[in-house]
């Protein structure tokens, strides 16, 4: 009985060992071109982001000027009229 069940653990440990070797030459290198492609997109990404932000740092005063006008212009106007 022992006998039957080294000779059952052996047959688990081969066929773990399989499972594993597959995973290794099968999956990983898939799993490794898209966590690169993955990185790039990111990359891609953080560069936009980064544009984005020089863009409304360099155009917000202009942006901040035509709220204060409106603001102005809504408040003036009824004073005027009145």
Do not use: C, F
Not at 2 to 19: F, G, R
Not at 44 to 51: C, E, H, K, N, T
């Amino acid at each position: 009985m022992p006998e039957d069940d080294q000779a059952i653990t052996v047959l688990l440990l081969k066929s773990m060992h399989e499972d594993i070797k597959e995973i290794k030459d099968n999956h990983l290198p898939h799993i490794s071109d898209s966590v690169k492609e993955i990185r790039t997109d990111v990359d891609s990404l953080m560069d936009l982001r980064d544009d984005i932000l020089l863009y409304l740092k360099n155009h917000i005063d202009k942006a901040l000027m035509v709220v204060v006008a409106g603001i102005g212009a809504s408040i003036g106007v009824p004073l005027v009229l009145n």
